[in-house]
């Protein structure tokens, strides 16, 4: 049984993650081809905008989680206290290189899939799980 709840919190997760990105990819392109704003702070502005959408969905539907929305979200910005800025720096070193920055934004996107996955379960809701 609770492998079947995990595998339902895992396809959630990631239907979530999937709208997160749709809006990320989204205003990434707006900034990125009709602002004609630079990788960085185009990336920067669209993560921020799936960051907040991912939390609140992820937090009510996936982890339903009752823990204090505060200090969860201090410990979701703790996470991309970390990631954002290696990740703008290193996208940012790759597209200057001349790599695709689509490419890099869905490196980028996959690697946070993962990484804020496994942060969430283990770190944000760790024993929070299923209190709503």
Do not use: H
Not at 1 to 11: L, R, V, Y
Not at 12 to 20: G, P, R, Y
Not at 99 to 115: G, K, R
Request: proline fraction near 2%; glycine fraction near 4%.
């Amino acid at each position: 049984m609770k492998n079947k709840k995990q595998i339902i919190q895992a396809i959630k997760f990631t239907l979530f993650s999937i709208s997160a990105g749709i809006i990320q990819i989204g205003s990434f392109t707006v900034f990125n081809e009709l602002c004609k704003m630079k990788y960085w702070p185009a990336y920067l502005i669209s993560l921020i905008l799936s960051i907040v959408w991912n939390f609140t969905f992820n937090r009510r539907f996936t982890f339903k989680s009752a823990a204090n929305v505060p200090v969860a979200m201090l410990k979701v910005f703790g996470f991309y206290a970390v990631f954002t800025p290696l990740s703008t720096w290193l996208g940012n070193v790759a597209e200057t290189s001349g790599i695709n920055e689509y490419l890099v934004l869905a490196v980028t996107m996959l690697s946070n899939f993962v990484l804020e996955f496994l942060f969430c379960k283990f770190v944000v809701y760790r024993n929070t799980e299923d209190t709503l």
